[in-house]
Protein backbone atom coordinates (compact mmCIF):
# COMPACT_ATOMS: atom_id res chain seq x y z
CA UNK A 1 0.00 0.00 0.00
CA UNK A 2 2.28 2.93 -0.94
CA UNK A 3 1.97 6.11 -2.75
CA UNK A 4 5.05 5.83 -4.98
CA UNK A 5 4.79 1.94 -6.08
CA UNK A 6 5.65 2.35 -9.85
CA UNK A 7 8.39 4.91 -8.97
CA UNK A 8 10.42 2.39 -6.42
CA UNK A 9 13.78 1.30 -7.72
CA UNK A 10 16.35 -1.20 -6.88
CA UNK A 11 18.94 1.07 -5.79
CA UNK A 12 16.78 3.53 -3.11
CA UNK A 13 16.30 0.68 -1.00
CA UNK A 14 20.33 -0.25 -0.80
CA UNK A 15 20.94 1.26 3.07
CA UNK A 16 19.06 1.95 5.99
CA UNK A 17 20.43 5.11 7.49
CA UNK A 18 20.56 5.33 11.41
CA UNK A 19 18.72 7.66 13.45
CA UNK A 20 20.76 6.95 16.51
CA UNK A 21 20.43 4.17 19.28
CA UNK A 22 18.03 5.29 21.76
CA UNK A 23 14.71 3.18 21.29
CA UNK A 24 11.03 4.70 21.28
CA UNK A 25 8.42 2.58 22.88
CA UNK A 26 5.92 1.07 20.38
CA UNK A 27 2.21 1.80 19.66
CA UNK A 28 -0.33 2.41 22.60
CA UNK A 29 2.39 3.90 25.01
CA UNK A 30 2.20 7.74 24.78
CA UNK A 31 5.43 8.82 23.59
CA UNK A 32 5.48 6.53 20.38
CA UNK A 33 3.46 8.11 17.05
CA UNK A 34 1.24 10.85 17.60
CA UNK A 35 -2.24 10.93 18.38
CA UNK A 36 -5.17 12.89 17.30
CA UNK A 37 -8.58 12.51 17.63
CA UNK A 38 -9.99 15.35 19.62
CA UNK A 39 -9.50 17.72 16.17
CA UNK A 40 -11.20 15.39 14.46
CA UNK A 41 -14.34 15.10 16.83
CA UNK A 42 -14.86 19.04 17.10
CA UNK A 43 -15.37 19.38 13.54
CA UNK A 44 -17.60 16.59 12.45
CA UNK A 45 -19.55 17.75 15.24
CA UNK A 46 -19.24 21.58 13.17
CA UNK A 47 -21.76 22.27 10.26
CA UNK A 48 -22.07 20.04 7.40
CA UNK A 49 -19.03 19.90 4.88
CA UNK A 50 -19.82 19.16 1.53
CA UNK A 51 -17.47 17.91 -0.78
CA UNK A 52 -15.75 20.05 -4.16
CA UNK A 53 -14.08 17.07 -5.82
CA UNK A 54 -16.17 14.84 -7.56
CA UNK A 55 -14.94 10.85 -6.89
CA UNK A 56 -18.23 9.38 -6.42
CA UNK A 57 -19.78 6.81 -3.68
CA UNK A 58 -17.79 3.97 -2.71
CA UNK A 59 -17.65 0.40 -3.67
CA UNK A 60 -20.27 -1.50 -1.66
CA UNK A 61 -18.14 -4.79 -2.68
CA UNK A 62 -15.79 -3.65 0.11
CA UNK A 63 -18.51 -4.18 2.61
CA UNK A 64 -17.29 -8.01 2.36
CA UNK A 65 -14.16 -7.28 4.09
CA UNK A 66 -15.12 -6.20 8.07
CA UNK A 67 -13.96 -2.92 8.79
CA UNK A 68 -13.07 -3.72 12.66
CA UNK A 69 -10.58 -6.81 10.83
CA UNK A 70 -9.01 -4.95 8.49
CA UNK A 71 -7.92 -2.11 10.81
CA UNK A 72 -6.93 -4.78 14.26
CA UNK A 73 -4.64 -6.59 11.64
CA UNK A 74 -3.30 -2.64 10.25
CA UNK A 75 -2.50 -2.20 13.49
CA UNK A 76 -0.41 -5.04 14.13
CA UNK A 77 1.49 -4.76 11.11
CA UNK A 78 2.46 -1.53 11.90
CA UNK A 79 3.60 -2.17 15.34
CA UNK A 80 5.99 -4.96 13.46
CA UNK A 81 6.80 -2.03 10.88
CA UNK A 82 8.07 0.50 13.60
CA UNK A 83 9.85 -2.47 15.32
CA UNK A 84 11.63 -3.91 12.80
CA UNK A 85 12.53 -0.18 11.77
CA UNK A 86 13.34 0.33 15.79
CA UNK A 87 15.70 -3.08 15.94
CA UNK A 88 17.45 -1.50 12.95
CA UNK A 89 17.44 2.22 14.60
CA UNK A 90 15.93 3.83 11.64
CA UNK A 91 12.47 4.44 13.96
CA UNK A 92 12.83 8.53 13.76
CA UNK A 93 12.73 9.49 18.23
CA UNK A 94 10.22 11.84 18.99
CA UNK A 95 12.62 15.01 18.80
CA UNK A 96 13.27 14.36 15.07
CA UNK A 97 12.94 17.70 13.26
CA UNK A 98 11.23 16.16 10.09
CA UNK A 99 9.00 13.91 12.90
CA UNK A 100 7.99 17.28 14.37
CA UNK A 101 7.33 18.72 11.51
CA UNK A 102 5.08 15.63 9.96
CA UNK A 103 3.07 15.91 13.15
CA UNK A 104 2.56 19.70 12.47
CA UNK A 105 1.28 19.11 8.66
CA UNK A 106 -1.04 16.11 10.59
CA UNK A 107 -2.01 18.33 13.04
CA UNK A 108 -3.87 20.42 10.02
CA UNK A 109 -5.37 17.63 8.00
CA UNK A 110 -6.71 15.09 10.27
CA UNK A 111 -9.69 17.35 11.18
CA UNK A 112 -10.84 17.54 7.88
CA UNK A 113 -10.98 13.96 7.60
CA UNK A 114 -14.26 12.87 9.11
CA UNK A 115 -16.84 14.72 6.19
CA UNK A 116 -14.97 10.90 4.19
CA UNK A 117 -15.39 7.93 5.75
CA UNK A 118 -17.46 8.22 9.61
CA UNK A 119 -15.43 5.68 11.01
CA UNK A 120 -12.64 8.29 11.48
CA UNK A 121 -14.34 8.79 15.03
CA UNK A 122 -12.83 5.85 16.14
CA UNK A 123 -9.46 5.82 14.61
CA UNK A 124 -5.95 6.75 16.95
CA UNK A 125 -4.24 8.91 13.92
CA UNK A 126 -0.36 7.74 14.12
CA UNK A 127 2.67 9.56 12.38
CA UNK A 128 5.99 7.86 12.14
CA UNK A 129 9.11 8.64 10.56
CA UNK A 130 11.66 5.32 9.31
CA UNK A 131 14.78 6.08 7.83
CA UNK A 132 15.11 4.79 4.19
CA UNK A 133 16.06 6.07 0.87
CA UNK A 134 12.71 4.98 -0.42
CA UNK A 135 10.48 7.32 -2.14
CA UNK A 136 7.63 6.03 -0.61
CA UNK A 137 4.83 6.44 2.12
CA UNK A 138 1.57 5.14 3.12
CA UNK A 139 -1.20 5.10 5.51
CA UNK A 140 -2.66 1.58 6.82
CA UNK A 141 -6.76 1.42 7.69
CA UNK A 142 -7.16 2.94 10.92
CA UNK A 143 -4.93 5.98 10.44
CA UNK A 144 -1.75 4.41 10.54
CA UNK A 145 0.83 6.40 8.64
CA UNK A 146 4.65 5.77 7.59
CA UNK A 147 6.96 8.33 5.71
CA UNK A 148 10.51 7.43 4.63
CA UNK A 149 13.35 10.52 4.98
CA UNK A 150 14.09 9.11 1.48
CA UNK A 151 10.94 11.49 0.02
CA UNK A 152 11.82 14.19 1.94
CA UNK A 153 15.14 14.63 1.18
CA UNK A 154 15.78 13.40 -2.09
CA UNK A 155 12.34 15.70 -3.10
CA UNK A 156 13.41 18.36 -0.96
CA UNK A 157 9.53 18.61 -0.26
CA UNK A 158 7.89 21.88 0.84
CA UNK A 159 5.50 21.74 3.52
CA UNK A 160 3.20 22.20 0.83
CA UNK A 161 4.28 19.50 -0.90
CA UNK A 162 3.98 16.88 2.14
CA UNK A 163 0.78 17.52 3.11
CA UNK A 164 -0.76 16.72 -0.80
CA UNK A 165 0.91 13.02 0.00
CA UNK A 166 -0.13 12.98 3.67
CA UNK A 167 -3.58 13.96 2.09
CA UNK A 168 -3.43 11.14 -0.61
CA UNK A 169 -2.36 8.58 1.97
CA UNK A 170 -5.27 9.53 4.42
CA UNK A 171 -7.45 9.42 1.11
CA UNK A 172 -6.45 5.55 0.54
CA UNK A 173 -7.55 4.77 4.32
CA UNK A 174 -10.99 7.24 3.84
CA UNK A 175 -12.10 5.66 0.98
CA UNK A 176 -11.22 2.04 1.88
CA UNK A 177 -9.43 1.15 -0.87
CA UNK A 178 -7.52 -1.92 0.15
CA UNK A 179 -10.76 -3.18 1.84
CA UNK A 180 -12.16 -3.49 -1.77
CA UNK A 181 -8.82 -4.19 -3.43
CA UNK A 182 -9.02 -7.49 -0.74
CA UNK A 183 -12.64 -7.64 -1.12
CA UNK A 184 -12.18 -8.13 -4.93
CA UNK A 185 -9.42 -10.18 -4.73
CA UNK A 186 -10.56 -12.76 -2.23
CA UNK A 187 -14.65 -12.79 -4.51
CA UNK A 188 -11.89 -14.04 -7.26
CA UNK A 189 -10.06 -16.50 -6.18
CA UNK A 190 -13.39 -18.07 -4.37
CA UNK A 191 -14.45 -18.21 -8.44
CA UNK A 192 -17.53 -16.20 -6.77
CA UNK A 193 -19.45 -13.73 -8.22
CA UNK A 194 -20.40 -10.81 -6.70
CA UNK A 195 -23.37 -10.74 -6.43
CA UNK A 196 -23.40 -14.36 -4.60
CA UNK A 197 -21.42 -12.90 -2.10
CA UNK A 198 -23.56 -10.09 -1.52
CA UNK A 199 -26.46 -13.10 -0.94
CA UNK A 200 -24.38 -14.75 1.36
CA UNK A 201 -22.85 -17.40 -0.25
CA UNK A 202 -19.41 -16.18 0.31
CA UNK A 203 -17.30 -16.82 3.52
CA UNK A 204 -14.77 -13.56 3.39
CA UNK A 205 -15.43 -12.65 7.10
CA UNK A 206 -11.69 -14.21 7.65
CA UNK A 207 -10.04 -12.01 5.15
CA UNK A 208 -8.67 -9.13 7.27
CA UNK A 209 -7.54 -11.43 10.09
CA UNK A 210 -4.97 -13.08 7.59
CA UNK A 211 -3.88 -10.22 5.55
CA UNK A 212 0.11 -11.14 6.55
CA UNK A 213 2.06 -8.72 4.80
CA UNK A 214 -0.56 -7.60 1.84
CA UNK A 215 -1.23 -4.59 3.19
CA UNK A 216 2.39 -3.05 2.30
CA UNK A 217 2.39 -4.50 -0.86
CA UNK A 218 -1.43 -4.26 -2.31
CA UNK A 219 -1.27 -2.11 -5.85
CA UNK A 220 -4.37 0.55 -6.40
CA UNK A 221 -5.83 0.80 -9.48
CA UNK A 222 -6.03 3.71 -11.33
CA UNK A 223 -9.22 4.81 -10.43
CA UNK A 224 -8.46 4.49 -6.84
CA UNK A 225 -4.70 6.55 -7.52
CA UNK A 226 -6.97 9.35 -9.23
CA UNK A 227 -9.76 9.47 -5.75
CA UNK A 228 -6.89 9.96 -3.94
CA UNK A 229 -5.15 12.43 -5.34
CA UNK A 230 -8.22 14.41 -5.25
CA UNK A 231 -9.61 13.62 -1.88
CA UNK A 232 -5.66 14.62 -0.78
CA UNK A 233 -5.82 17.40 -2.59
CA UNK A 234 -9.34 18.78 -1.13
CA UNK A 235 -8.50 17.78 2.23
CA UNK A 236 -4.89 19.53 1.84
CA UNK A 237 -6.93 22.54 0.73
CA UNK A 238 -8.66 22.70 3.94
CA UNK A 239 -5.82 22.60 6.46
CA UNK A 240 -4.79 25.62 4.68
CA UNK A 241 -1.54 24.04 1.82
CA UNK A 242 -1.27 25.23 -1.18
CA UNK A 243 -3.47 23.26 -3.89
CA UNK A 244 -1.05 23.98 -6.82
CA UNK A 245 1.64 22.36 -4.89
CA UNK A 246 -0.01 18.79 -5.84
CA UNK A 247 1.18 19.50 -9.25
CA UNK A 248 4.35 20.78 -8.23
CA UNK A 249 5.19 17.37 -6.43
CA UNK A 250 4.21 15.75 -9.67
CA UNK A 251 7.17 17.58 -11.62
CA UNK A 252 9.48 16.45 -8.66
CA UNK A 253 8.49 12.80 -9.37
CA UNK A 254 8.59 12.71 -13.11
CA UNK A 255 11.88 14.64 -12.63
CA UNK A 256 12.72 11.70 -10.34
CA UNK A 257 11.71 8.76 -12.04
CA UNK A 258 13.08 10.58 -15.69
CA UNK A 259 9.57 10.63 -17.95
CA UNK A 260 7.65 8.33 -16.24
CA UNK A 261 6.40 4.85 -17.18
CA UNK A 262 3.89 4.87 -19.98
CA UNK A 263 0.16 5.13 -18.33
CA UNK A 264 -0.93 1.61 -20.06
CA UNK A 265 2.11 0.19 -18.43
CA UNK A 266 1.24 0.83 -14.88
CA UNK A 267 -1.49 0.09 -12.59
CA UNK A 268 -1.19 3.62 -12.11
CA UNK A 269 -2.13 7.17 -13.80
CA UNK A 270 0.99 8.66 -15.27
CA UNK A 271 3.02 11.48 -13.85
CA UNK A 272 1.33 13.77 -16.54
CA UNK A 273 -2.00 12.43 -16.37
CA UNK A 274 -2.28 13.31 -12.80
CA UNK A 275 -1.19 16.32 -13.39
CA UNK A 276 -3.69 17.48 -15.85
CA UNK A 277 -6.35 15.56 -13.23
CA UNK A 278 -5.12 17.77 -10.85
CA UNK A 279 -5.20 20.29 -12.58
CA UNK A 280 -8.43 20.75 -13.77
CA UNK A 281 -10.01 20.17 -10.09
CA UNK A 282 -7.66 23.13 -8.61
CA UNK A 283 -10.00 25.74 -9.16
CA UNK A 284 -13.06 23.94 -7.01
CA UNK A 285 -10.89 23.50 -4.19
CA UNK A 286 -8.55 27.15 -4.39
CA UNK A 287 -11.89 29.26 -2.14
CA UNK A 288 -11.37 26.21 0.21
CA UNK A 289 -7.26 27.24 0.39
CA UNK A 290 -7.75 30.92 0.78
CA UNK A 291 -10.35 30.55 3.59
CA UNK A 292 -8.09 28.36 5.55
CA UNK A 293 -4.49 29.83 4.54
CA UNK A 294 -2.57 31.11 7.72
CA UNK A 295 -2.31 34.78 7.38
Known amino acids: MCF ?7 NQQATTPVFGAAAEPLPGRPRRGFLLAAGAATVAAAAPVWAQVDVGGSSPVRTLVPAEQLESSAKQQYSQVLAEAKSKNALAPSEHPQLKRLHGIA ?11 PRVAEWRWEVNLIGSKQLNAWCMPGGKIAFYTGILD ?3 LTDDEVAMIMGHEMAHALREHARE ?3 KSKVTS ?9 LGLGQLGDVAANLGTQLLTLKYSRDDETEADLVGLEIAA ?11 LWKKMLSANGNGSPSFLSTHPSGSNRIQELQANLPKVQHLYEQAKPS
Open 238 to 248: RGGFWPEASVN
Open 154 to 156: QLQ
Open 107 to 117: RRLIPFTAQWN
Open 4 to 10: LCDLKTS
Open 181 to 183: RLA
Open 190 to 198: LGLSVASSL
